[in-house]
């Protein structure tokens, strides 16, 4: 069974920084793309950012691209979202994602993605 556990989340002021981490286990790491995703209080969960099963890819939303970036570690069966200049409206929970490198739909699509994580809480305050 897939697990994915999130970790890294807390408090930060405005401009801050964050690194967000993701184990994986249950799965045959190197097989899938990684994604994040996050949901905000009272809104859509949104995509974030995805990096390629052999890490040499990397996707943005526009919203982040620049502050974020999220790599991979295939020997530690670890996915990481560091995050810089944060703003508050960067604030909501942030959720690690799996799917088959084999789905060939596009990759902010989040009912691509079969496991996800239980998300860790990130607050940007002003």
């Known amino acids: 069974q897939a697990q994915l556990v999130e970790s890294g989340g807390g408090l930060v002021q405005d401009g801050g920084s964050l690194r967000l981490s993701c184990a994986a286990s249950g799965l045959t790491f190197s097989n899938y793309d990684m994604g994040w995703f996050r949901q905000a209080p009272g809104k859509e969960r949104e995509d974030v950012a995805a990096?390629?099963?052999?890490?040499?890819?990397?996707f943005y939303a526009p919203f982040v691209r620049g502050r974020f970036t999220s790599s991979r570690d295939n020997a530690k069966n670890m996915v990481y979202l560091e995050m810089n200049s944060l703003k508050p409206e960067d604030t909501a929970v942030y959720y690690c994602?799996?799917?088959?490198?084999?789905?060939?739909?596009?990759?902010?699509?989040?009912?691509?993605?079969?496991?996800w994580g239980q998300g860790t809480q990130v607050t940007v305050s002003s």
């Open positions: 990096v390629s099963w052999h890490g040499l890819s990397t």
């Open positions: 994602t799996a799917r088959s490198r084999d789905r060939h739909s596009s990759w902010y699509i989040k009912d691509s993605y079969p496991y």
